[in-house]
C-alpha cells in the first residue's frame, strides 16, 4: 500500500533534520551562555536581559518570523552587510537554521539557567577557594551538576527546532529541496489535498521526536547514575 | 609575616569591625550564630567583600579598600573548609582532594593525593562518593581537598557542627592532631565552647560584629573582660556588682558580699562564678560561703544543674538563682544533706569586670 513512496520527495527531512540539528547545536552554545551569564549577573537590568532572552518563546512564530525578516532581509541591518559579503540568508537553507535556533533558543536558556540556580553556591566558593580558574569550574562544576538540566533543555530544543512552522516559513520559505522542512510539507499536503502524503510525513515527524526523546531520556539516565547520583543519593 | 586582618562590613542590624593578626597558631572565633564569624572568614577567603579595610597576607596584600586592592578567591591561597563541608557530589574522594592540585604532572598529583588520603586515613576508600561516606570521613575529606591546595592559610568554619557528638570528640582530637603538621595560620570558627578550647591555642571572643577579648584561650576564658566575653566563655553565674573596698565586693544579684583576691577597681560593674567551680563549704571556711536552698534542677546524663536560692545578707529585690553543675556523684552526696547548704565560692574563681 505504501507503493507511492517510491514517487516522494524525501528532502524535507534532510532539510528538517539538517536545521534542528544545527539549530540545536547553536542553541547548545549560546543557550549555556546566556544563562551562565544571566545567573551569575546582579545588575537592575536582569529582569529586561531576560523578558529579551526568553521572548522568541511566547510571541507567534511568524512574529518572529517577521522581525528575522526585518534584520536579515535585503534592507535590514545584518542582511545589508551580509549582501556586501556576496550571502542571501532569506530563503535559502541557512533561513531554516536561523529561524529554528531563534525559536529554539528560549528553551535552552530556560531550563539550563533554572538548573543552573539550583546548585549549591558553596560548592562553586569551594573550587574557587581550591585556585581553579571559572573556566574549568564552569565545565567541571557547573555543567555536570546541571547536567540534567542541561539535557532537558538540549531535548526540548532539538523538539521544538524540529517542529518550527511560522517562522521557518517567514524567512525561508516553502522551496523543495532548499527550505521546505516536514512541517511545511505537511501543510501544503494536506492543503492540497493529499492527504497520504500528509500522514506520512506525520508519521515519520511522530517517529524521530520519539526516538529522539527516547534516547535522550536513556542516556541522561545514564550520565546521573553514573556521573552524577555517586553523591546525590 | 602570618595574617593580619582589619575590616568593616555593614551587616543587617550591627556593624561587623575586626582585627587581629595571627602566626602559624591556630587561631579561634568563638561567637553566637550571627555574630559575623562565618562573614570574617568569607571576607578573607574573597567570597564576600568589607567595605572598609586591610588583609595581608604572608606580606601579600589580598585586600585594600584604599588602595582599590581585592584579589579574586582564586589567586588568595587560603583554604577554606565548609561547614557543610561542600564536597562535588559527582567526584571522588580522590577526584575531590585532586580537584585544587596546581601541578602538571600526573604522577605529582597522584603523589600528593596518596600523601593526603594517607594522612586522613583514608585508604581504600578513594574511589567512593561523597555519599558513600560517613559524616567524619567527608570532614576529612573536605580538610584533605583544601591543604592539597597547599594555601598560606586554613579557614574551618564550624567543622564539626553537623556531626553527631560522638563523632565530635574524636573528630576533634584527629583535627588538632591534622593541624600541628600545617605550619600556616589557621582560623577555626565555632559557637561550642568545648571545641574552641580543645582545638585553639589563641581566642578572639565575637559578638554583634565586635571584638569582647582575645588572647592565649586559658587567659581569655580565665579573665573574660566584659559581660559578653563571660557570657561567651560559657559563665552561667553573672551579677552586676557594687564596689565595698579593694577586697570586697557586694553580688546584688545574690545579695551577697564577696572577697576577692585581687584588687578592685572602683569600676567594678560585674561578677561572675563558673557554674563548675561552686563547692560544698568545708567546716572552718568562713569567706565566700553562702548559704543555699534547693529550687529546681536539670538533669543530663553526665552532669546535672542544680538551681539554688540564695540566703541573703540582708533582704535584696530581683534575687536570682545561683547554678551549679555537678556529676551525678556529687549529687548523689549532696541531695539528702539537710538544707540550706553552705556553698563556697572561692576568691581565685571569681571572674570580675
Known amino acids: ?233 | 609575616m602570618g595574617l593580619i586582618v582589619d575590616i568593616r562590613k555593614e551587616l543587617a542590624g550591627f556593624e561587623l569591625k575586626v582585627n587581629f593578626e595571627t602566626q602559624g597558631e591556630v587561631l579561634g572565633l568563638l561567637g553566637a550564630s550571627g555574630s559575623g564569624k562565618s562573614i570574617t572568614l568569607r571576607c578573607i577567603a574573597g567570597i564576600e567583600s568589607p567595605d572598609q579595610g586591610r588583609i595581608v597576607l604572608n606580606g601579600r596584600v589580598l585586600f585594600d579598600s584604599q588602595k582599590g586592592i581585592n584579589l579574586p578567591c582564586q589567586r588568595r591561597k587560603v583554604g577554606y573548609v565548609f561547614q557543610n563541608y561542600a564536597l562535588f557530589p559527582h567526584l571522588t574522594v580522590e577526584e575531590n582532594i585532586g580537584f585544587g592540585i596546581g601541578e602538571r604532572k600526573r604522577e605529582d598529583r597522584q603523589a600528593i593525593i596518596k600523601e593526603m588520603v594517607t594522612m586522613i586515613k583514608l585508604e581504600g576508600l578513594e574511589k567512593r562518593y561523597p555519599s558513600q561516606l560517613s559524616g567524619g570521613q567527608q570532614q576529612r575529606v573536605a580538610l584533605a581537598r583544601a591543604l592539597a591546595a597547599k594555601p598560606e592559610a586554613l579557614l574551618l568554619d564550624e567543622p564539626f557542627s553537623a556531626l553527631d557528638d560522638y563523632l565530635r570528640n574524636h573528630m576533634v582530637k584527629q583535627l588538632t592532631e591534622t593541624l600541628a603538621g600545617y605550619s600556616g595560620a589557621t582560623l577555626f570558627v565555632s559557637h561550642n565552647i568545648e571545641e574552641v578550647y580543645r582545638v585553639c591555642q589563641r581566642l578572639i571572643l565575637l559578638a554583634r560584629g565586635k571584638i569582647e577579648g582575645k588572647g592565649g584561650t586559658e587567659e581569655v576564658f580565665k579573665a573574660p573582660s566584659s559581660l559578653a566575653a563571660a557570657q561567651l566563655t560559657g559563665c552561667k553565674n553573672i551579677s552586676p556588682a557594687n564596689y565595698i573596698s579593694p577586697f570586697k565586693l557586694e553580688a546584688l544579684a545574690w545579695g551577697i558580699t564577696l572577697k576577692t583576691n585581687i584588687q578592685l577597681s572602683r569600676q567594678v560593674t560585674h561578677v561572675g562564678v563558673r557554674a563548675h567551680l561552686i563547692g560544698a563549704a568545708a567546716g572552718e571556711m568562713k569567706d565566700n560561703v553562702v548559704r543555699c536552698r534547693l529550687n529546681s534542677l536539670s538533669e543530663g546524663p553526665s552532669r546535672i544543674s542544680v538551681y539554688l536560692a540564695v540566703e541573703q545578707d540582708h533582704w535584696r529585690q530581683g534575687s536570682q538563682l545561683l547554678e551549679w553543675e555537678m556529676t551525678p556523684q556529687m549529687w548523689r552526696a549532696m541531695k539528702d544533706q539537710p538544707q540550706p547548704w553552705s556553698l563556697r565560692i572561692a576568691p581565685e574563681d571569681l571572674i570580675i569586670f
Not at chain 1, 122 to 138: C, D, M, N, P, Q
Not at chain 1, 179 to 205: H, Q
Open chain 1, 1 to 233: 500500500m505504501f507503493s507511492f513512496i517510491h514517487g516522494i520527495d524525501f528532502s524535507p527531512l534532510w532539510i528538517s533534520l539538517r536545521a534542528a540539528t544545527l539549530a540545536t547545536l547553536v542553541t547548545f552554545f549560546f543557550g549555556l551562555a546566556a544563562a551562565s551569564f544571566v545567573s551569575a549577573y546582579r545588575g537592575k537590568f536582569k529582569g529586561v536581559i531576560d523578558g529579551l532572552l526568553t521572548l522568541p518563546l511566547v510571541l507567534p512564530p511568524t512574529v518572529v518570523g517577521f522581525l528575522l525578516l526585518l534584520i536579515l532581509g535585503r534592507n535590514g541591518p545584518l542582511g545589508k552587510l551580509l549582501l556586501a559579503l556576496g550571502m542571501t540568508v532569506i530563503f535559502s537553507w541557512p533561513a531554516t537554521v536561523i529561524a529554528a535556533s531563534v525559536v529554539a533558543f528560549p528553551l535552552m536558556y530556560r531550563t539550563v539557567r533554572s538548573a543552573f540556580e539550583q546548585i549549591d553556591p558553596t560548592l562553586i566558593y569551594a573550587a574557587r577557594t581550591l585556585g581553579v580558574s571559572e573556566w574549568k569550574i564552569f565545565w567541571k562544576i557547573t555543567i555536570p551538576l546541571a547536567w540534567p538540566g542541561v539535557a532537558a533543555g538540549t531535548v526540548l530544543a532539538f523538539a521544538r527546532a524540529l517542529g518550527d512552522f511560522g517562522a521557518t516559513l517567514m524567512i525561508g520559505g516553502n522551496i523543495p529541496g532548499e527550505t521546505l522542512t516536514i512541517p511545511a510539507a505537511i501543510f501544503f499536503a494536506a492543503e492540497g489535498g493529499d492527504m497520504e502524503k500528509a500522514l506520512l510525513w506525520v508519521i515519520l515527524i511522530f517517529i524521530i521526536s520519539l526516538i529522539v526523546m527516547t534516547l535522550m531520556n536513556y542516556w541522561s539516565d545514564y550520565q546521573r547514575k553514573t556521573i552524577i547520583a555517586g553523591g546525590r543519593e
